[in-house]
């Protein structure tokens, strides 16, 4: 049963703490994303990959924040220095870019005291 | 700004109610999807619709994409409280390589036995 897997499910930090989430799309899945979950904002798109290159990171701070796509199995998601409003629930999702179908993760939470 | 606005934020029915959930745009959007997301999980995609005035259903679910493409319905058919969870719509803007998912803030929905 094919699924995007994330680590770490649950991250308690302090304040300045570098973070650093980890997502492993489906496999032969061309297409991953980022997106972040608060009540107030709903999901947001931080950021998106296409066969490993970043085609959209508007959505994303850029003076803490950075994603990268090391190879077709890993990517990641890192803050640095963390700050307690970056508390939400992140999830990692992949697809086919041709095709209409993404498939999400269940998330890694995190809380930023 | 949020391009997706959906209604009710909330809703709270009982067993065997039936129920609408509106999401609506200003934006015109190459396809639409509804995810449903439950607590402690990522959004798990339940339909997309791609042509104007299409309706499609899954089982109790009657899904409808409007004319313009800019708006959709959710309609459910005698509640059952396994209904219940977070509902998401997502539109979908494609153009040459990219491919972005937009979503709006999503409808709770409770339904009590």
């Known amino acids: 049963d094919a699924r995007v897997t994330q680590t770490p499910r649950h991250k308690v930090t302090e304040m300045g703490q570098e973070v650093t989430m980890r997502c492993q799309p489906i496999l032969g899945h061309n297409t991953v994303f980022w997106y972040r979950q608060t009540m107030m904002q709903g999901l947001e798109l931080l950021a998106y990959?296409?066969?490993?290159?970043?085609?959209?990171d508007s959505g994303m701070p850029k003076d803490r924040f950075s994603a990268e796509m090391p190879d077709a199995t890993l990517a990641t998601l890192k803050i640095q220095p963390s700050e307690p409003r970056d508390s939400a629930v992140y999830f990692c999702?992949?697809?086919?870019?041709?095709?209409?179908?993404?498939?999400f993760g269940e998330g890694s939470w995190l809380t930023v005291v | 700004t949020q391009l997706l606005e959906q209604s009710p934020q909330f809703l709270s029915i009982q067993e065997g109610e039936n129920l609408t959930v509106y999401c609506n745009s200003s934006s015109v959007f190459s396809s639409l999807q509804w995810y449903r997301q439950e607590p402690g999980e990522g959004p798990v995609l339940l339909v997309t619709v791609v042509t104007g005035g299409e309706v499609k259903k899954l089982k109790r679910l009657t899904f409808q994409f409007g004319d313009a493409r800019k708006d959709s319905s959710l309609h459910i058919t005698a509640a059952q409280p396994g209904d219940t969870g977070l509902y998401l719509c997502a539109g979908a803007q494609s153009g040459g390589s990219n491919y972005k998912l937009t979503f709006g803030k999503g409808t709770l929905l409770t339904v009590n036995p």
């Open positions: 999702a992949s697809g086919w870019l041709s095709g209409n179908t993404i498939y």
């Open positions: 990959f296409r066969n490993r290159a970043p085609l959209d």
